[in-house]
């Protein structure tokens, strides 16, 4: 990678092709989640220049700040999702006339073979945070609580306050049984 880019560089990237319909907006926004949770670890300056990074080693680091956050599986999935991100930018930026995102392709068939869940059914700790709606200048997280709970929080502003925090916080101890 020679040119330099940045963190910003990439997510803009990503908002740019889910909001443009160069690939499905869900992905794109799975991409940006891992992108913003894995470089989340990078100092300022790191941040400024991906070109440069390892990143194994950002991931490496990412696992072992992050390891009581996620399970070992989501874990996996954010490397995943962080080089694919990579890998299509650096195609992007190659050939943006060129570029294409491939995509699995479903069949009404294979729709109708899998089994209805129940509506009383758990959801999978798996939660895909891209199906949330994003708005511009905020970001979502999923937070592990306990063993197959995770609650997900969508549209935190970016500039969120202390106060505006802490408010939240009130809000969730609130939901709270004692």
Do not use: C
């Not at 889910?18 to 670890?41: E, H, I, K, Y």
């Not at 100092?43 to 991906?50: I, N, P, R, V």
């Not at 190659?94 to 729709?111: H, I, L, M, Q, Y």
């Not at 899998?114 to 798996?126: C, F, L």
Request: net charge neutral; aromatic share 6%; no cysteine.
């Amino acid at each position: 990678m020679a040119n330099p880019f940045t963190v910003d560089d990439l997510l803009d990237f990503l908002a740019h092709t889910g909001d443009r319909g160069l690939m499905p907006a869900s992905t794109a926004g799975a991409l940006a989640v891992a992108a913003r949770n894995v470089f989340g670890v990078l100092s300022a300056d790191e941040k400024e220049d991906l070109s440069n990074l390892d990143i194994d080693a950002v991931i490496k680091r990412f696992n072992n700040k992050r390891a009581r956050d996620f399970n070992p599986a989501s874990l996996k999935e954010y490397g995943r999702r962080v080089k694919r991100a990579l890998e299509l930018y650096l195609s992007w930026r190659e050939n943006p006339a060129d570029f294409n995102v491939k995509t699995r392709a479903t069949t009404s068939g294979r729709k109708n073979e899998k089994p209805q869940r129940s509506s009383v059914e758990p959801e999978s700790e798996e939660f895909d945070e891209s199906t949330l709606p994003a708005r511009a200048g905020s970001y979502h997280s999923s937070i592990p609580v306990r063993p197959g709970v995770v609650v997900t929080v969508a549209n935190i502003p970016n500039d969120l306050t202390k106060a505006e925090a802490d408010r939240l916080a009130n809000f969730v101890r609130m939901l709270a049984i004692d």
